[in-house]
């Protein structure tokens, strides 16, 4: 994944019940919050909460 410009941060986020991981990109201005979201889980396989674990 390349360099994000501007207001941007590349984030990690983590299964609650795995430790699998999923690495996005999130607007800092439009999203000051950390993100969480109902994501498709491999490991486990079925969807989980992920949540917003820190900057990568």
Known sequence: M???KGGFQRVRLKSTESPHCYYT???KRNT???MEFMK????VRKH????ETGKV
Do not use: I
């Open 40 to 43: 498709y889980d491999p490991v």
């Open 2 to 4: 390349a360099k994000p």
């Open 25 to 27: 990109v999130k607007n």
């Open 32 to 34: 000051p919050n950390k």
């Open 48 to 51: 989980v909460l992920y949540k």
